[in-house]
């Protein structure tokens, strides 16, 4: 599960991050803003290194929540 955690990260910021103009200009649902859909997605940054560690962990309790971002 991190790994793919880790390899949607490199994503964004390989491939999303690169050409968040050019995907702003060709959504009509885009406002180009740095609020927009796609320079929002651009900021995206996923650091799962603490949840490898615990995943990893011999004895492990996770727990996952939902929260929504600041607008």
Same mark, same amino acid.
Not at 12 to 21: F, H, R
Not at 23 to 27: G, H, I, K, Y
């Given at each position: ?10 994503f ?10 050019l ?5 009509k ?5 740095? #609020? ?9 940054? =996923?650091? !799962? %290194?603490?949840? &490898? #560690? ?9 727990? =996952?929540? !939902? %929260?929504?971002? &600041?607008?």
């Open positions: 599960m991190s790994t793919v955690l880790n390899e949607y990260s490199y964004i910021e390989g491939t999303v991050a690169k050409n968040a103009g995907l702003a200009q060709c959504d649902t885009d406002t180009g803003t740095e #609020k927009g859909v796609w320079k929002s997605r651009a900021k995206l940054k =996923l650091d !799962v %290194s603490e949840f &490898n #560690k615990r995943l990893n962990a011999p004895d492990k309790t996770i727990y =996952l929540g !939902v %929260s929504k971002e &600041n607008e």
